[in-house]
């Protein structure tokens, strides 16, 4: 009854409070799934309460924000969509004339909008392309002050020494005009007369100067062409710098830039200059594999080579090869390949060429008639030697010769590099070489005269095993020194024999004495063999070979009693390092010879003296001048004996003689 009565009574206060806390803690088992259980509560700080309950409001909070804002956010879009429908209801209600005036302002605010977007992007626009505009200015700005500094820097350097140097304000001027043409020409006429440092230096600029226009994107005006990478190698080649030559023909293809037929010849003639016939040979192949057809200026400049070292096999097929390829050989192809066979003593072959030679020049005749008075065929050599006179009567220039010396001519008939530098001294080269031809048909006809009886010499052979050492071949070298070992007399060596006049001369004067001269070209050593056999001087010998690597190698201590080195080629250029008189040449000079004897030098440059002496003076360990203080003379003594560079010198007026005599300390 009391409980039943409780339940109907009104609740008071307290018991409202009571009441709702039993619910929550209902709902809380409810949702826990556990039963409310009347166990004592854990002890918790206030701090974590606290925080706890915070973390429950700012949930509840965030919640209700979000629902709000859904409920928001739906209630506005009800509302613009029954704006919408409102209008649109007005709208429609509307007289035509009413709605024809509310579209035309619509469609003309639109326009208006329209307009003014044009204008802000054409404004926009404006402001990007002056930018650009003043950027250009400034470019160019900086690029004129910049061309305006080089122009100052160079007007000082020619203020401070180029007024003294003309070539490197031809250079300067080139780089101003930024004209690859004009650098092209400068590397070809510095080439042409042997300036190397100067064909270098026009090169670097060049090629300096373009990479600093590229990086202004200025890419075509100073792009390296295939005529300024054929003139540096020709300057290469002409200047005895072939490792340098084969890096510009690497360079040239990273250039993008392919060699053709004129570069190749160029390279050609720099390795057969060499003696590097093998090289060369390996260069006409290339040719082939990269279809460049080698033309007949090619293979005249290759077969030249063989004549200047010997390589008489390699000359034939080369001259096979240009009769498949349907090239028909001219006077040079026939000159060259008639010297080779003459000077390997093959005189049928000769004749046979000689037969398709029309016309045949003087030179070809003297060499027949020299191989038919080396064999004995006395009445085919005085037939050859009174054709060759006759022809050198005509006076014909082509009459001398055809070596392409004396006629450098490119396609189109334009001169090269040699052909310039040739020209003024053509008359002169060209009258020497007649004097010469007529000298060497007198030799063929006193050496025929001193012999009333001429029988066949079948057994003549060159090189002359007794006689002729082609050095450093490993068994031709131990016969030499051998040689050295047994010769039992006085030996004199003369380095630089050329064509063997100076030292056939000397060898006939002093019969008790062993000569021996030394020189790099296969065809000089045949001509020095055979004015010792046409003067009758057994007491010679001649060793086939560089300077350099002889004597270092090839020849023992203290054998000689005086070595002459004549008129050696001056360096070409004045940074060259190949040159014949340097420390490693005295060294082995000073080796070699015997003590207290002497090494003699004579130059017709004086250039070149000041260079020996200069070399002489870092070795005072070695030598010591035989003239004191003065170290050198302005004359040979008398009788000492001519040569073939002396008499060319002396006819172009070139009297001044160097001469140097040292003694071995």
């Given at each position: 009854?009391?409980?039943?009565?409780?339940?109907?009574?009104?609740?008071?206060?307290?018991?409202?409070?009571?009441?709702?806390?039993?619910?929550?803690?209902?709902?809380?088992?409810?949702?826990?799934?556990?039963?409310?259980?009347?166990?004592?509560?854990?002890?918790?700080?206030?701090?974590?309460?606290?925080?706890?309950?915070?973390?429950?409001?700012?949930?509840?909070?965030?919640?209700?924000?979000?629902?709000?804002?859904?409920?928001?956010?739906?209630?506005?879009?009800?509302?613009?969509?029954?704006?919408?429908?409102?209008?649109?209801?007005?709208?429609?209600?509307?007289?035509?004339?009413e709605?024809?005036?509310?579209?035309?302002?619509?469609?003309?605010?639109?326009?208006?909008?329209?307009?003014?977007?044009?204008?802000?992007?054409?404004?926009?626009?404006?402001?990007?392309e002056?930018?650009?505009?003043?950027?250009?200015?400034?470019?160019?700005?900086?690029?004129?002050?910049?061309?305006?500094?080089?122009?100052?820097?160079?007007?000082?350097?020619k203020?401070?020494?180029?007024?003294?140097?003309?070539?490197?304000?031809?250079?300067?001027?080139?780089?101003?005009?930024?004209?690859?043409?004009?650098?092209?020409?400068?590397?070809?006429q510095?080439?042409?007369?042997?300036?190397?440092?100067?064909a270098?230096?026009?090169?670097?600029?060049?090629i300096?100067?373009?990479?600093?226009?590229?990086?202004?994107?200025?890419?075509?005006?100073?792009?390296?062409?295939?005529?300024?990478?054929?003139?540096?190698?020709?300057?290469?080649?002409?200047?005895?710098?072939?490792?340098?030559?084969?890096?510009?023909?690497?360079?040239?293809?990273?250039?993008?830039?392919?060699?053709?037929?004129?570069?190749?010849?160029?390279?050609?003639?720099?390795?057969?200059?060499?003696?590097?016939?093998?090289?060369?040979?390996?260069?006409?192949?290339?040719?082939?594999?990269?279809?460049?057809?080698?033309?007949?200026?090619?293979?005249?400049?290759f077969?030249?080579?063989?004549?200047?070292?010997?390589?008489?096999?390699?000359?034939?097929?080369?001259?096979?090869?240009?009769k498949?390829?349907?090239?028909?050989?001219?006077?040079?192809?026939?000159?060259?390949?008639?010297?080779?066979?003459?000077?390997?003593?093959?005189?049928?072959?000769?004749?046979?060429?000689?037969?398709?030679?029309?016309?045949?020049?003087?030179?070809?005749?003297?060499?027949?008639?020299?191989?038919?008075?080396?064999?004995?065929?006395?009445?085919?050599?005085?037939?050859?030697?009174?054709?060759?006179?006759?022809?050198?009567?005509?006076?014909?220039?082509?009459?001398?010769?055809f070596?392409?010396?004396?006629?450098?001519?490119?396609?189109?008939?334009?001169?090269?590099?040699?052909?310039?530098?040739?020209?003024s001294?053509v008359?002169?080269?060209?009258?020497?070489?007649?004097?010469?031809?007529?000298?060497?048909?007198?030799?063929?006809?006193?050496?025929?005269?001193?012999?009333?009886?001429?029988?066949?010499?079948?057994?003549?052979?060159?090189?002359?095993?007794?006689?002729?050492?082609?050095?450093?071949?490993?068994?031709?070298?131990?016969?030499?020194?051998?040689k050295?070992?047994?010769?039992?007399?006085?030996?004199?060596l003369?380095?630089?024999?050329?064509?063997?006049?100076?030292?056939?001369?000397?060898?006939?004067?002093?019969?008790?004495?062993h000569?021996?001269?030394?020189?790099?070209?296969?065809?000089?050593?045949?001509?020095?063999?055979?004015?010792?056999?046409?003067?009758?001087?057994?007491?010679?010998?001649?060793?086939?070979?560089?300077?350099?690597?002889?004597?270092?190698?090839?020849?023992?201590?203290?054998?000689?009693?005086?070595?002459?080195?004549?008129?050696?080629?001056?360096?070409?250029?004045?940074?060259?390092?190949?040159k014949?008189?340097?420390?490693?040449?005295?060294?082995?000079?000073?080796?070699?010879?015997?003590?207290?004897?002497?090494?003699?030098?004579?130059?017709?440059?004086?250039?070149?003296?000041?260079?020996?002496?200069?070399?002489?003076?870092?070795?005072?360990?070695?030598?010591?001048?035989?003239?004191?203080?003065?170290?050198?003379?302005?004359?040979?003594?008398?009788?000492?004996?001519?040569?073939?560079?002396?008499?060319?010198?002396?006819?172009?007026?070139?009297?001044?003689?160097?001469?140097?005599?040292?003694?071995?300390?």
């Open positions: 009854f009391a409980s039943s009565s409780s339940e109907n009574m009104p609740k008071t206060k307290i018991q409202e409070e009571s009441s709702s806390d039993d619910e929550i803690q209902v709902n809380d088992a409810k949702k826990s799934k556990n039963p409310p259980k009347n166990e004592p509560k854990s002890v918790k700080s206030k701090g974590s309460e606290s925080k706890e309950s915070n973390k429950s409001k700012e949930k509840d909070d965030s919640k209700s924000i979000e629902s709000k804002k859904r409920k928001k956010g739906g209630n506005e879009e009800e509302k613009s969509e029954k704006d919408k429908k409102k209008k649109k209801s007005e709208f429609e209600s509307l007289s035509e004339k709605k024809s005036r509310i579209l035309a302002e619509k469609q003309k605010r639109r326009k208006e909008k329209k307009r003014e977007k044009a204008e802000k992007q054409a404004k926009k626009q404006e402001k990007i002056e930018m650009q505009k003043n950027s250009k200015k400034n470019k160019k700005k900086e690029e004129k002050m910049e061309e305006e500094k080089e122009e100052g820097e160079e007007e000082e350097e203020s401070e020494g180029n007024q003294r140097d003309p070539n490197r304000v031809l250079i300067h001027r080139a780089k101003k005009t930024k004209n690859i043409i004009e650098f092209n020409k400068l590397i070809g510095f080439g042409q007369k042997k300036q190397f440092g100067y270098l230096e026009a090169y670097n600029v060049m300096s100067t373009h990479k600093a226009l590229v990086k202004k994107g200025r890419t075509e005006s100073l792009k390296p062409t295939i005529y300024t990478f054929t003139n540096i190698i020709n300057a290469c080649v002409r200047c005895g710098e072939m490792k340098k030559a084969k890096s510009y023909l690497k360079e040239m293809r990273e250039y993008g830039v392919e060699p053709n037929e004129v570069t190749y010849t160029v390279l050609i003639k720099g390795l057969c200059a060499d003696l590097d016939t093998k090289s060369a040979l390996e260069v006409l192949e290339t040719m082939r594999e990269e279809g460049v057809n080698p033309n007949i200026r090619t293979y005249n400049t077969l030249r080579g063989t004549l200047r070292s010997g390589h008489l096999e390699e000359a034939l097929q080369v001259f096979d090869e240009m498949k390829l349907e090239i028909k050989p001219d006077g040079s192809s026939f000159e060259y390949l008639i010297k080779n066979y003459c000077q390997a003593l093959r005189l049928k072959e000769a004749l046979e060429l000689a037969e398709l030679m029309s016309p045949r020049n003087a030179s070809v005749c003297a060499s027949i008639a020299t191989t038919c008075a080396v064999l004995g065929k006395t009445a085919q050599a005085k037939q050859f030697t009174k054709e060759a006179r006759e022809i050198l009567d005509s006076g014909s220039e082509s009459a001398i010769s070596d392409e010396d004396l006629n450098q001519k490119k396609e189109g008939g334009e001169e090269n590099a040699e052909g310039k530098q040739q020209r001294s008359p002169l080269f060209l009258q020497h070489r007649r004097d010469e031809l007529t000298r060497e048909c007198d030799r063929v006809d006193q050496y025929l005269a001193s012999k009333k009886e001429k029988k066949s010499k079948s057994d003549v052979q060159f090189p002359d095993p007794e006689k002729v050492f082609l050095l450093p071949e490993s068994h031709r070298n131990k016969e030499f020194k051998e050295l070992n047994g010769l039992g007399k006085k030996l004199k003369e380095v630089c024999s050329g064509h063997g006049d100076w030292i056939v001369e000397r060898a006939k004067n002093e019969p008790k004495i000569w021996m001269g030394l020189e790099m070209r296969y065809e000089r050593v045949f001509q020095i063999w055979s004015r010792a056999l046409f003067q009758g001087v057994n007491n010679i010998s001649i060793i086939g070979g560089e300077g350099h690597q002889v004597l270092r190698a090839s020849v023992p201590d203290e054998v000689f009693d005086e070595i002459f080195v004549n008129y050696p080629d001056p360096p070409v250029w004045e940074g060259s390092k190949q014949l008189i340097d420390h490693s040449f005295l060294k082995h000079a000073h080796r070699t010879l015997k003590k207290g004897c002497s090494l003699t030098l004579v130059t017709d440059d004086d250039g070149y003296c000041q260079t020996m002496l200069s070399e002489l003076a870092q070795v005072p360990q070695y030598f010591k001048s035989a003239f004191g203080e003065e170290t050198y003379q302005v004359e040979v003594p008398k009788g000492y004996g001519s040569s073939y560079f002396d008499r060319f010198w002396t006819n172009g007026k070139k009297t001044e003689r160097f001469y140097m005599k040292f003694i071995k300390v």
